[in-house]
């Protein structure tokens, strides 16, 4: 079983940043591929980052690329997202996953574990 707790989200500003950070427990492989989705108010979860340690890629949804970078910390089991240049069009909650293999794909349904969300509000 894999857990996964996310925090970090919040209101701000457009044109501002955020940090959002997801912890990650119980029975976890480092190779497994981990990512972020988020899902708007009447809107289908989004792919937004995904990252493949042992593939050594990262991949981004278009509407993110340049703006937010996804990281992780191995060794303490979390995950990143790091937000900039945010937009109101980014307002959304936003949930760590993990997959059971290596690569990150886009598809929500291929997700495996996912995190109970947090929300990010960014305001014009």
């Known amino acids: 079983q894999v857990q996964l707790v996310e925090s970090g989200g919040g209101l701000v500003q457009a044109g501002g940043s955020l940090r959002l950070s997801c912890a990650a427990s119980?029975?976890?492989?480092?190779?497994?591929?981990m990512g972020w989705f988020r899902q708007a108010p009447g809107k289908e979860r989004e792919f937004v980052a995904g990252?493949?340690?042992?593939?050594?890629?990262?991949n981004y949804a278009d509407s993110v690329k340049g703006r937010f970078a996804i990281s992780r910390d191995i060794a303490q089991k979390m995950v990143y997202l790091q937000m900039n240049s945010l937009m109101p069009e980014d307002t959304a909650v936003y949930f760590c996953?993990?997959?059971?293999?290596?690569?990150?794909?886009?598809?929500?349904?291929?997700?495996?574990?996912w995190g109970q969300g947090t929300q990010v509000t960014v305001s014009s």
């Open positions: 996953a993990v997959r059971s293999s290596l690569f990150p794909t886009t598809t929500a349904a291929t997700w495996d574990y």
């Open positions: 119980g029975r976890t492989f480092s190779g497994y591929a």
């Open positions: 990252l493949s340690r042992n593939l050594g890629l990262t």
